[in-house]
T-cell receptor
């Protein structure tokens, strides 16, 4: 069974540009999460989808970030326009339903904003 | 507001000895605690967990201890092996899906 995949693995953009990150969860997982780790600090929750619906987006930093999950399969996270402080590693995770089901993480996308 | 803290950014231990990783939390509403292991260029992978109703959970070489009154948990790895060299994240959650992570502890196991 394929794990969670993320694309691209690394993105370098200039301040003010737009970047779109993609996450493909494990097949059949209704729950999809986005997390971010900035500068070697803690991994912070961004948002949670249940199928195509946003269940919790309390961790989204501001309105420059837009996440979608059309059709309840893959998800995209767009940053527009990107700022220097957006640099970090963006992780996607997925899980079956249920609070205590394990979240499986993808390898992450390293975003560098210059 | 960081609710989960790992105050030791790094730990070096000799192969065969015990590794002890510590984690403190501030939110008394957390009821489930997890440890994740992360290798370079990979995502975190689940290692072991413990419910707040327990004070110890063991899985092979890995044991997690929870002290609710002190809001403290620890991960013991015995014996430590070279493949255990990785970043270890402590995480916690309330009765929902959202995980709150610490900043991680980098463990290096010396041969």
């Amino acid at each position: 069974e394929a794990g969670v995949t993320q694309f691209p693995s690394h993105s370098v953009i200039e301040k003010g540009q737009t970047v779109t990150l993609r996450c493909d969860p494990i097949s059949g997982h209704d729950n999809l999460y986005w997390y971010r780790r900035v500068m070697g600090k803690e991994i912070k929750f961004l948002l949670h989808f249940v199928k195509e619906s946003k269940q919790d987006e309390s961790g989204m930093p501001n309105n420059r970030f837009l996440a979608e999950r059309t059709g309840g399969t893959y998800s995209t996270l767009k940053v527009q326009p990107a700022e220097l402080e957006d640099s970090g590693v963006y992780f996607c995770a997925s899980s079956h339903g249920g609070h205590y089901n394990e979240q499986f993480f993808g390898p992450g996308t390293r975003l560098t904003v210059l | 507001d960081q609710q989960v803290k790992q105050n030791s950014p790094s730990l070096s231990v000799q192969e065969g000895r015990i590794s002890i990783l510590n984690c403190d939390y501030t939110n008394s509403m957390f009821d489930y605690f997890l440890w994740y292991k992360k290798y370079p260029a990979e995502g975190p992978t689940f290692l072991i967990s413990i419910s707040s109703i327990k004070d110890k959970n063991e899985d092979g070489r890995f044991t997690v201890f929870l002290n609710k009154s002190a809001k403290h948990l620890s991960l013991h790895i015995v014996p430590s092996q070279p493949g255990d060299s990785a970043v270890y994240f402590c995480a916690a959650r309330r009765n929902d899906y959202k995980l709150s992570f610490g900043a991680g502890t980098t463990v290096t196991v010396r041969a």
